[in-house]
T-cell receptor, first 112, second 112 residues
């Protein structure tokens, strides 16, 4: 699986959009970008994933650059409950190497 | 709530002892994954089962073993416990249609 690089920490004001970047310059054509978050010591929570098109669901939007070497997770209206560690993971799916390889992630703090 | 359940929530035991952690996957999911999260190692994949059979192994110690039963619940057995085994242990099950892993709330193991 390709390696990802994320900022160690970020702050965002409550109510603003939180934009979390991820670099995955060695991504292969069949690798997807997944985002998970972990609130305190709870189990990681799936947010969104995509291959090359931008994706949106009820939680967030995922913007993947045309060359697929980087992506941005957007939380449109951040709340205090969005304070968490956010993990960007690149993996082959479906039916590829099925484990998730977590890096150190970005610690996002939402400021009131 | 991801639909994945884990018991117990907390476990405190002594070095040299043996414990069993239990995981029930989401209804319909055939794959179960075990991950360990310690302060110095982050989230690490241990082992995967699919429909009762071991599918993949990660950095799982020989003192640790797992199995998946016909009703698809899984157990992780940790023996000859050491202080360094203190960690959060997460179980995840995979949605076979979307290839997305959903995590349980975890078991916090403390070895004294």
């Amino acid at each position: 699986d390709a390696k990802t690089t994320q900022p160690t920490s970020m702050d965002c004001a409550e109510g603003r959009a939180a934009n979390l970047p991820c670099n995955h310059s060695t991504i292969s054509g069949n690798e997807y970008v997944y985002w998970y978050r972990q609130i305190h010591s709870q189990g990681p929570q799936y947010i969104i994933h995509g291959l090359k098109n931008n994706e949106t669901n009820e939680m967030a939007s995922l913007i993947i650059t045309e060359d697929r070497k980087s992506s941005t997770l957007i939380l449109p209206h951040a709340t205090l409950r969005d304070t968490a560690v956010y993990y960007c993971i690149v993996r082959v799916a479906p039916f590829g190497n099925e484990k998730l390889t977590f890096g150190t992630g970005t610690r996002l703090t939402i400021i009131p | 709530d991801s639909g994945v359940t884990q018991t117990p929530k907390h476990l405190i035991t002594a070095t040299g002892q043996r414990v069993t952690l239990r995981c029930s996957p989401r209804s319909g999911d055939l794959s179960v994954y075990w991950y360990q999260q310690s302060l110095d190692q982050g989230l690490q994949f241990l082992i995967q089962y699919y429909n009762g059979e071991e599918r993949a192994k990660g950095n799982i110690l020989e003192r640790f073993s797992a199995q998946q039963f016909p009703d698809l619940h899984s157990e992780l057995n940790l023996s000859s416990l050491e202080l360094g085994d203190s960690a959060l242990y997460f179980c995840a099950s995979k949605d076979g249609n979307t290839d997305t892993q959903y995590f349980g709330p975890g078991t916090r193991l403390t070895v004294l």
